[in-house]
């Protein structure tokens, strides 16, 4: 791929929120034996452009890391004039080593540790998301997006095929330039909320779906802009509306290629099973990979299309984990825990992770649950300073992910939360400050 070069090609790299970093560089600039640099100063970032205290520790020189591109993830920008290209870059140290809390290299990780027991996770992400109208400087209040003939939306009219005709220009759009840039869509849908769309990305590889996914939010939000909106995948952005899930349907195949998922006579088997149990064990263990930041917690609330616990059952969508009526070969759980807002990477290797402990331990899951999850106790962690502090604790995370990736990632989540806890909200100035 290093021939037929775009003019202008974008390097990218995933910091720690799974926001897209790197630069721009002329096609023929590009040299496998001259590798572009960047600061490796981004995976300290935060989401306020703030750096976090590991800075100091990690990169006290504020030194440069090494772009590989990975040509398996490059596609067109077609939502840019001109002959401008993207690829996905795997990092290195100046030694050649990778960069071990680059998010892309956490997963990769994990999919090692698979790939060792010659077991091969297939993944299919659903992922949603908002159009609001655009943010301004005077007003920072968030607002469902107008459809056309600027009708407006009041909830009710999930899964309605005319629901989204009324955003059918900028959907249309999603889908061209999707199809241009060769991600993988497989169905659109009118979610629970007004001017809420969910995109289902097809089954495949864990890190071909996560750079798809992560490709896939930064084409969304162009094509927002470019229809005068603002395409937002914040976990919960309207108070009192369903929020912004990222949906992930897990198998696992053997080296023989045959899913060790696949139900029997409807209901799961051991490995299912296992997998289950480890995503009920460990998943509150990890639960600041798949909820990380502040606006995350505010998403699990009872009977608005979020799970408030990690019961399971079977075909039941008041669950945090369901397993999809299916034939029998395509046998499957979905964690439907994790908030739009997480990394995909982290999301997808945190899912991964507890699940194979799961599996390595042969661990039992509680009985599947037929009625109502949401009249279950809730067991989430309580908010993101909660969860951080359960990550760190977990030696069996902390080694399967390493030891330093967690500790940036805290760190970075511990800068975003100082950060928020100075600010002062609109609601205590509403109500404090004119009653008090």
């Not at 929120?17 to 970032?45: C, D, M, W």
């Not at 769309?197 to 089954?203: D, M, P, Q, T």
Request: hydrophobic residues 40%.
């Amino acid at each position: 791929m290093s021939t037929n070069l775009p003019n202008e090609l974008e390097l990218l790299l995933p910091d720690m929120n799974g926001v897209p970093r790197g630069k721009t560089i002329a096609g023929t600039e590009y040299s496998e034996t001259n590798l572009p640099h960047l600061a490796e100063a981004i995976f300290f970032q935060t989401i306020t452009g703030g750096y976090s205290d590991a800075f100091v520790s990690y990169d006290p020189n504020d030194g440069d890391l090494l772009m590989k591109a990975d040509w398996s993830t490059y596609r067109s920008t077609p939502w840019k004039p001109g002959d401008v290209g993207q690829v996905i870059c795997e990092t290195q140290d100046k030694q050649g080593n990778p960069i071990p809390y680059d998010p892309r290299n956490v997963l990769k990780r994990v999919l090692s540790v698979y790939n060792d027991l010659e077991l091969f996770p297939v993944i299919a992400p659903e992922v949603e998301f908002y159009l609001l109208e655009p943010l301004t400087l005077e007003s920072r209040a968030l607002s469902p997006a107008l459809g056309t003939n600027n009708m407006a939306e009041f909830g009710g009219e999930a899964f309605s095929p005319d629901a989204l005709d009324k955003f059918a220009p900028i959907i249309q759009d999603i889908q061209r330039m999707c199809a241009d840039a060769q991600l993988s869509i497989s169905g659109v849908v009118h979610e629970m909320g007004p001017a809420q769309i969910e995109l289902n990305v097809g089954h495949g590889d864990p890190l071909d779906r996560a750079d798809q996914l992560f490709l896939l939010k930064r084409l969304v939000k162009a094509c927002a802009v470019k229809h005068g909106l603002l395409a937002s995948f914040m976990a919960k952005p309207l108070s009192g509306l369903p929020g912004n899930g990222l949906h992930l349907h897990c198998s696992v195949l053997n080296k023989d290629g045959d899913n060790i998922f696949a139900l029997k006579r409807k209901k799961a088997q051991p490995q299912l099973q296992q997998f289950i149990a480890g995503l009920q064990i460990y998943l509150p263990q990890a639960f600041a990979l798949i909820a990380p930041n502040v606006n995350s917690y505010k998403r699990f609330v009872p009977d608005l299309s979020a799970p408030i616990n990690l019961a399971w059952g079977y075909d039941n969508r008041t669950t945090g984990l369901r397993v999809p009526y299916s034939e029998p070969q395509a046998g499957r759980v979905e964690n439907r825990v994790s908030g739009a807002d997480a990394n995909p990477y982290l999301m997808i290797a945190a899912t991964l992770a507890c699940g194979l402990l799961g599996l390595r331990s042969s661990l039992s899951p509680t009985k599947p649950v037929a009625g109502d999850a949401f009249e279950l106790a809730a067991d989430f962690p309580e908010d993101l300073a909660d969860a951080l502090r359960t990550l760190e604790k977990s030696k069996v995370l902390v080694s399967l992910l390493g030891e330093s990736f967690v500790d940036v990632f805290a760190s970075v989540k511990r800068s975003e939360l100082r950060d928020f806890n100075k600010a002062i909200s609109p609601w205590e100035v509403g109500f404090l400050g004119s009653m008090l």
